[in-house]
């Protein structure tokens, strides 16, 4: 990893020679096409809203994790959580009877009510407020590292599992015809949305994250006519966007997650454009 | 009626598919009572009965996706090589929207094939569903997006996917919902003739008796439980489906339920 940010360091920007713009381009170089990848499913899913969900989830994480005394970026909790609410909200869009956007909603709701009641017990929530942001410039080489782990991971399962998820959301019964366990891989797909997200607040920020995940998929959408297209111009926007909201939040003192959400929009609007000007 | 229970059914040596008293229940709902059922083989049988009278449910669970009390078997002791049931099925309708990047080729490479879609697909994956959409004449639409078709290209295509590979049952759930009225005739040629020539049993359901009425080789009255089972003319001349549908004249188009919503489509 020390070649590649010594590499980074050779070009010729004023940014390039911080070690910690190296450590976040790397991070962004990593995150942004997982993003878009995870994104294509979510968004053929209609699961834009879950993931949202998820990643307010963080925020009950972290109290939790904060009640059982544990560290100041609690991961374990937020994780054990997000995948519980996850499993949670899988069964409930099975067996309750309201639509899944009213189940999610009240499940979102109350969720980050109790872990703003917890956070916010004898006024100390400004201390947890940089989760709402994030911070990508604060990452450090070790937790680079555990970002490489979680991407190695999405990658097999992206690689075992991608067909399975793409019948199930195309139709069930007909994904069931071809001997695709619905159930289970519905909740997998959700626990490993919850996985990828959870690791990821920390560092772009609860109140952006889903941005990042659906728009590259959303403007993907505008002109792929396959999925392979989908995917893969999800990720090469989500990668262009990523570093060019990075050096931008860099020059603009800007947070970064945010700063890389205004460009990701500029690829969604660009290709709205484009796919009309295109007829199709 | 002959809802002959197992054991009188000696010339049973072809049957595929039997249903024994298979209920399916929603909550409070019972949505499928006691019903008993066998599908033969080269068998085209359709399945008509009012709105919410359970015809989709029942293919629910004959697919295992919704569960069911009583048993269902399947025989397959008549295949040449011993293997797995497999079922073909045709839905009524995909859910997508207009921008869905899904071309044909995608849903076959996705059903056909272990390769994950997003990595591009084999020469035999491509040569296996231009294939299989020859079938059914619609190998020019292997690059179409499925936004692009035509509700008549759409069921063709799904005919073909559920024809690959070669399924023992074939279950059509109102195939040609959206599909104007030279597709049907076009779609209804095609399962006929897959019937004879790979020996398929066929369940089909739908709303327009009259014209299955014609290709069917056996017709299911269905409310909750089935109430009339028998030739297509017998079945459509029974009080119970007079009382429901009107009497129904084959083989003209005369139509039943919701049929004529289909003609301006």
Redesign the interface.
């Known amino acids: 990893m020390t070649h590649i940010t010594s590499f980074i360091g050779i070009l010729p920007f004023e940014w390039a020679h911080y070690a910690f713009m190296q450590n976040a381009l790397l991070a962004v170089l990593i995150v942004t096409p997982l993003f878009a ?1 995870l994104g294509c499913m979510v968004v ?1 899913n209609q699961m834009a809203f879950f993931s949202d969900a998820i990643g307010h989830a963080g925020l009950t994480g972290i109290a939790l994790g904060a009640l059982l005394g544990m560290a100041e970026t609690p991961l374990w909790s937020m994780l054990v959580f997000a995948v519980l609410m996850a499993v949670g909200i899988t069964v409930l869009r099975r067996y309750s009877a309201a639509s899944s956007d009213t189940v999610i909603g009240i499940v979102m709701s109350f969720t980050v009510a109790c872990g703003v009641v917890i956070l916010s017990r004898g006024g100390g929530f400004n201390k947890y407020s940089r989760y709402l942001i994030g911070d990508l410039l604060s990452i450090t080489r070790g937790e680079i590292l555990s970002l490489i782990l979680v991407a190695a991971l999405f990658l097999v399962f ?3 599992s ?2 399975r998820i ?2 199930v959301s ?5 994904a ?3 001997r695709v366990n ?1 159930w289970f891989t519905q909740g997998l797909f959700a626990c490993i949305t919850a996985l990828v997200v959870t690791m990821s607040i920390q560092w772009v920020g609860i109140l952006v994250i889903n941005a990042l995940i659906i728009l590259p998929a959303a403007a ?3 002109l ?9 111009m999800a990720a090469g926007m989500s990668v262009i966007a990523g570093v060019s909201g990075l050096i931008t939040s860099y020059y603009w003192s800007s947070a970064t997650g945010a700063t890389i959400v205004i460009f990701g929009m500029v690829f969604y609007v660009g290709s709205l454009v484009a ?1 009309r000007v295109r007829g ?1 | 009626m002959e809802n002959k229970s197992p054991d009188e059914c000696l010339d049973c040596r072809t049957c595929c598919t039997r249903l024994e008293k298979v209920g399916v229940a929603f909550g409070v709902n019972q949505v499928l009572k006691d019903i008993n059922l066998h599908i033969h083989c080269g068998q085209l049988t359709a399945i008509i009965g009012p709105n919410g009278a359970g015809k989709t449910t029942l293919f629910r669970a004959i697919l295992g996706e919704v569960p069911f009390t009583g048993e269902i078997h399947n025989d397959l002791s008549h295949a040449q090589k011993p293997h797995d049931l497999i079922i073909g099925y045709v839905p009524q309708r995909l859910e997508y929207d207009a921008t869905s990047p899904v071309s044909v080729l995608d849903l076959f490479a996705a059903a056909l094939s272990a390769r994950p879609v997003w990595t591009g697909q084999s020469g035999a994956t491509i040569r296996a569903a231009r294939s299989a959409l020859d079938m059914v004449e619609a190998g020019q639409l292997l690059r179409a997006r499925l936004g692009t078709l035509s509700g008549g290209q759409l069921q063709r295509v799904l005919l073909a996917l559920a024809l690959t590979p070669v399924p023992d049952l074939l279950l059509l759930d109102e195939p040609v919902s959206g599909v104007d009225p030279s597709g049907i005739d076009l779609f209804y040629r095609m399962v006929s003739d897959l019937r004879r020539r790979h020996h398929l049993a066929i369940l089909l359901v739908s709303h327009d008796c009259a014209v299955v009425a014609r290709h069917a080789d056996r017709m299911l009255f269905l409310n909750r439980s089935i109430l009339s089972d028998g030739k297509p003319a017998d079945v459509l001349g029974s009080d119970i489906v007079i009382k429901t549908f009107g009497r129904v004249i084959i083989p003209e188009a005369a139509a039943c339920a919701r049929s004529s919503q289909e003609d301006g489509l």
């Open positions: 990848f053929n992206w690689l075992s991608f067909n793409f019948l195309t139709n069930t019964s007909l069931r015809s071809r619905i993907a959408r505008n792929a006519r396959s999925m392979a297209a989908y995917l893969w796919g199709r």
